[in-house]
């Protein structure tokens, strides 16, 4: 399976690893990044052996996408997009996506302790 046909099928389940990932880690960092007219919230995993990252970005107007990068035989990086379904917003945590608004809001990262999430 190529990592577009996983993104492209299986994207709810690459949501719910990455998520698991993230909030297994403390402390949890939720960065702010920007480019050109767009500004989003991230969570991100890297997999260095494999030179792949993951990542769920929130931009404004609630606008979710799944962010995919990677480097192909030729070494060529390539990154794709999926932006998520009404149902694929649910999957992360309730307080996740509160914490991953107000980075988005105030344009600043924050870390947190995982167990900050989980109460």
């Known amino acids: 399976m190529t990592f577009e046909e996983l993104i492209k099928n299986h994207s709810a389940d690459v949501i719910e690893k990455l998520i698991t990932e993230v909030l297994s880690k403390d402390p949890i960092e939720v960065r702010f990044d920007f480019l050109e007219g767009d500004q989003w919230s991230i969570i991100t995993t890297h997999q260095y052996e494999e030179d792949k990252e993951i990542s769920l970005r929130l931009h404004l107007n609630d606008y979710y996408d799944l962010y995919f990068g990677y480097y192909?035989?030729?070494?060529?990086?390539?990154?794709?997009?999926?932006?998520?379904?009404?149902?694929?917003?649910?999957?992360?945590?309730?307080?996740?996506?509160?914490?991953?608004?107000?980075?988005?809001?105030?344009?600043?990262?924050?870390?947190?302790?995982?167990?900050?999430l989980s109460r």
């Open 72 to 116: 192909d035989d030729e070494d060529e990086f390539i990154e794709i997009v999926h932006p998520l379904t009404e149902e694929e917003k649910k999957i992360p945590p309730v307080r996740l996506k509160k914490v991953m608004k107000k980075v988005l809001d105030d344009e600043q990262g924050m870390s947190i302790p995982n167990n900050f």
